[in-house]
Each structure stands twice: as structure tokens, then as C-alpha cells.
């Protein structure tokens, strides 16, 4: 069975931390995907990656990097964490458009 | 601005009947377009697509419909079960590249 762990599903943070947020599909694909979901906005693509240190910038990149480094994993860094950033963090994995989705990480700001 | 709208926030249907969710949207150049379903603390997965070229998909209860002269899309469920209350998003995109995703729509199958 297809598998997109999230490495959290609950997180608190404070304000101006570097917060992580780690992703491992077990699909060998080669596209990954990080989205943000709100009330009453969806979701909305953060950034996305289609390959081992590829990376391009989603509809809302701004406050957040993302790191590569292999295959199978996929992190989310909020560089200087804002209250603005709380929200359900998903990751997902697919050929080509997202198809799997992990169970999300829901994050905090204090 | 929201390219694509999904009106209804919430829908309550009777089981065994036909559920239909509706989406629309304003960005013309959309050729490829999809269906997930979202349960609590869930992530989302991945129902049923669709391509510009076809206006029509079926995948067992569930059909996907495409209006293009409309920019209309709709997901039926005949028949409707308990266990397909959830929440239905849609999604679009060019070119098979980056999703654009509605708000969802809430779904309630009252036994």
C-alpha cells in the first residue's frame, strides 16, 4: 500500500523559530508536493519539486523553502515562523500530479 | 482570485440517492481536471479525473462530467453510501502542471 508519511500531526511552535516539516513517499515518485489547507480557501500549493534538487516555487512560496536531498523525502521550512503560518500542512507524492497525500501535520504559532 | 469555485459549501443527501457536487471555473486554458475526496484528519485521495478532450468519465459509482462551453464540472455518486460523506474537493490545471484547487464541498449521507 502507497505510502506519504508525514513526520508530525501535531506541532506547536513560537514565533521566529525555523520550523521543519519532513515528507517520505515509499512510491520511488518522482514528483513531491507540499500544499497549505485554510477554511474557505482550499488548497494551495506551497512548493512542489519534480526531481532530486529541483524545486519550484508554488502560489504562496513566500516564508517557506523546501529541501531535496533524496528521492523519497521531501521537507517544508519555515524560515522564520509567523503567526500566519498556522495552518494544515500536506504533503504529496505522484506520477505527475499529486495522487497521494499524507495525513497532514497541523502546526501551530504561538 | 479564486479560478476554481466550488458554491456549495456543504450538501445533505439521502442514501441510495444520487449525489451531484458542482465546480466551476474561469480560467479557459484548464485542460485537466480532478476529484479528491478528504476525510477528518485524513489527507486527501485522489477519486477520478478528467481531460479536456472527453466530457464525460466514469470509474464504478462515480462520474466526473465537463461542460467546457460552460467551464462546468460535476461529480456524480449513484448510489450513495455512509461512507461517502466527506469532503469533495475539485482541482484544474494546464497543461497536466501545477493543481489549482476549489474550496471543497462538505458531504452528508444521511442513512
Known amino acids: 500500500d502507497v505510502k506519504v508519511t508525514q513526520s508530525s500531526r501535531y506541532l506547536v511552535k513560537r514565533t521566529g523559530e525555523k520550523v521543519f516539516l519532513e515528507c517520505v513517499q515509499d512510491m520511488d515518485h518522482e514528483n513531491m508536493f507540499w500544499y497549505r489547507q485554510d477554511p474557505g480557501l482550499g488548497l494551495r500549493l506551497i512548493y512542489f519539486s519534480y526531481d532530486v534538487k529541483m524545486k519550484e516555487k508554488g502560489d504562496i512560496p513566500e516564508g517557506y523553502s523546501v529541501s531535496r536531498e533524496k528521492k523519497e523525502r521531501f521537507s517544508l521550512i519555515l524560515e522564520s515562523a509567523s503567526t500566519n503560518q498556522t495552518s494544515m500542512y500536506l504533503c504529496a507524492s505522484g506520477l505527475y500530479q499529486p495522487q497521494h497525500f499524507g495525513d497532514g501535520t497541523r502546526l501551530s504559532i504561538l | 482570485d479564486q479560478q476554481v469555485k466550488q458554491n456549495s459549501p456543504s450538501l445533505s443527501v439521502q442514501e441510495g440517492r444520487i449525489s451531484i457536487l458542482n465546480c466551476d471555473y474561469t480560467n479557459s486554458m484548464f485542460d485537466y481536471f480532478l476529484w479528491y475526496k478528504k476525510y477528518p484528519a485524513e489527507g486527501p485521495t485522489f477519486l477520478i479525473s478528467?481531460?479536456?478532450?472527453?466530457d464525460k468519465n466514469e470509474d464504478g459509482r462515480f462520474t466526473v462530467f465537463l461542460n467546457k462551453s460552460a467551464k462546468h464540472l460535476s461529480l456524480h455518486i449513484v448510489p450513495s453510501q455512509p461512507g461517502d460523506s466527506a469532503v469533495y474537493f475539485c482541482?484544474?490545471?494546464?497543461?497536466?502542471?501545477?493543481?489549482?484547487f476549489g474550496t471543497g464541498t462538505r458531504l452528508t449521507i444521511i442513512p
Open positions: 478528467i481531460s479536456s478532450i472527453k
Open positions: 482541482a484544474a490545471s494546464v497543461s497536466n502542471e501545477k493543481l489549482t
